[in-house]
């Protein structure tokens, strides 16, 4: 199968051209002939450490020395699709993935191969590349030996490889470098069998990153950081309801100086000037009379719509286990009926770095820099709006500073390009102020649920749960086709359809609420929600069944997925749970299966005189297996703090049809002080029905740490916080 | 207005409106983009360097108020020779996107000027406006411990 799927992918073009001295041994890999070796690594390099674990799967099957290498993002390329995207989006539940649905998924590989999605999102990159770039690593080892062999006169299987060497039986040694330009030459071997994860030298360790260097001494280039010769710095101001302009008036800052120009977009403006700052402060001085939405102008009507959706027909009802609505309906005798309803708020991503592009076009051909996680759609987008050949248009992908979704958008990088198109053969940088940016998102969208659960006899007899959302999928692939699909939106009810529960009597339905208020994919996306709304239900369902909140998950989670079971035990000891907190001390639990990898949190919190303060945190995951555990480890601190800053803190609203939070101190974060004290442990036990499971880790920490703060707060303070952020309802320490 | 910077040891003699934050002086007309934009009002401390030898906010400064020397991240160590807290940074593997680091390291390398042997509470105060929307708070207060007890010989 493996070899098959590569054999298919090699017919794809190879998108590197060798500059001098090198040699290109396949899409992946560029040796030089002083030894440098670079490894394409075609996923955004948004923090999550993507760069490095990829590097480290071609590293370890090519045996080359980690100090010599480099990694790329590369060009933006069909080669570089994301195989997984689609058959990671059928309507499966990860924890009890069945063998055919393995084998059905793994065959919708020619689907994003075919549309070139190359596309880094939902946690999917390791899932992606685990064998793909084992094998570019194999392939090329064995190249090196036949061209080794070659020179040597030496049968290759005598060969060995070690530290950027072909190494001979009698000690005789050759470089890669040495011999990078025959062994391009040389059609590569098939069916190079991969090794086995006992034999690794570099996986299953925790690496020095390729960019921490670069990171530590401000010499990354961030999309922001471009700078080209004779290059002019731009900003936008666009409609924050996205709908369009009626006019503006652009006297006042036509007259500042070092403003160039201002750019009528028809649905917003772009100052071209001689720095930022000046552009900056000349677009606010431009009055612009906006289009009103085409949604409800503020958050109480857009909130009236989502609880409204709550009673619409369900788009899907993707779990139906027993028969929960009979169960509710004529509960038998001895069973307690819980009820609860949630909401969460809209959300922004702001990111540390705000939304920018540079572009420059020459005559019929574009050229993009861009810090975003889709290069190939950009590239589409940008083509399309600006009536360009997509040969002509060039995307090249910078570091990002920080993505969480957002820049998997081509909002930014198009803009860009259309502010370029009015100034032909000039450079142009568009970077975003921090306002345009979080007034432009696209949002983490509001939800509410309406949950309905039986207890009896100490267990949960049956759950029933309603969310009603706008729906991300649908509104992306409005985006990207002009077209939504079909049928049940699976993504709109992850986390909550698909936990490793087993309740006799389980009903999911999904609501889609149809607003055309921009929603986006937030750091795990409806898992954002979903987990808060099953893990916050879960513990009132346990309270009200008088049983220890882990217990209870415990025993409902053991038959139906034992290693989320373990994660809970393992969670246990190492938090020290005991089920009992002193006065003034709150401990609360959550487990969210999300993007292959199950993750349990404890969350402690303390009150103290300035208020409730987020204590300390421990974390359970378990991604089956751990390619770099101190990559995974960073993730689940990040995951948690995002979780946190957003549970406690993180609220959108909207008047006048524009958000009301424009910069950070209206858009709170967890910072160094407010930061619990976090311990993680690893588990490898999540293998999946093949035994080589592997389970994303960028986004699977943030789910459970939303309840597991509000279970916490229960602890502490006797009240159910049902709706989020917290900081409304209860009195936190900032 | 004609003004003369030194920055990084290197004099700049500058024509510029004298409101211009001192952020957008370093990144858009001296060329070094070390020092970023994250917010522009003080909130996020990712423009932090030091002036005089104290962190402060560069997005907060006009040009005119410049009174010193300015060192930024690129100022206080490179690739090739790393300052010893750039060191503890990489040892510790601190950085995830890395955008609100250079204001890390440069709000921690003034903490550390002043306060060689700081304890959590000081860690605390003295980063408390420095945001990371990555959450690598954990190692940026190992690699502070780590760079002090390094400064001290130990
Ligand atoms: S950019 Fe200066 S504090 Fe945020
Ligand atoms: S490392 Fe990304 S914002 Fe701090």
Redesign the pocket.
Known sequence: MAFGVYQARRNLPNPLVAGPGEAVLNPWLIIAGDGRITIITPRAEMGQGVQTTLAALVAEELDADWQQITALHGPAAQVYYNGVLIGLGLPFRDYALKRWQARVQKATDFLPRMMGMQVTGGSTSMRDGFEKMRLAGATARETLKLAAAQRLGLPAETLHTESGRVIAPDGRSLSYGELAGEAAAIPPPDGVALRPPARWKYLGRAMPRTDMVAKCTGTAEFGIDIRLPGMKFATVRMNPARTGMKGFDATAAKAMPGVERIVDLGDGIAVVASNTWLAMQAADAVEIEWEPPAWPPDSAGLEAMITAALDDSPNSHLRDDGDAAGQLARPPAGARLVEAEYRVPWLAHATMEPMNATALLEGDRLTIWSPNQAPLIAREKAAATLDLDEENVTVNTTFLGGGFGRRGEFDFTVLAARVAAAMPGVPVKVTWSREEDMTHDFYRPAAAARMRGLVADGTALALEARVAAPSVSRQASMRLAGLAPPGPDKGHVEGIFDQPYAIPHYSVYGHLADLALPVGFWRSVANSFNGFFHECFIDELAHAAGRDPLQFRLDLIRPAHAPSAMLLERLREMAGWSGRTPEGVGRGVALTYSFGTPVAEVVELRDSPRGIRVHEAWITVDPGTALDPGIIRAQMESGLIFGLSAAIHGQITFAGGAAEQRNFPDYELLRMHTTPKIHVDILENNKGPDGNAIGGTGEPGTPPAMPAIANALFDLTGRRARRLPLAGDFDFAV | MPTSLVVNGRRHETDLPPDMPL?WVLRDELGLPGTK???????????TVHVAGRAV????VALADVQGSVTTIEGLGTPERPAPIQEEWIRHQVAQCGYCQSGQIMQAAALLAENPTPDDDAIDTAMAGNLCRCGTYSRIRAAIHAAARRMQGG
Not at chain 2, 37 to 47: E, F, I, K, N, T
Not at chain 2, 57 to 60: G, K, L, S
């Open positions: 952020l934009y994250g917010c522009g009002v003080g909130a996020c401390g990712a423009c906010r560069a997005c907060q």
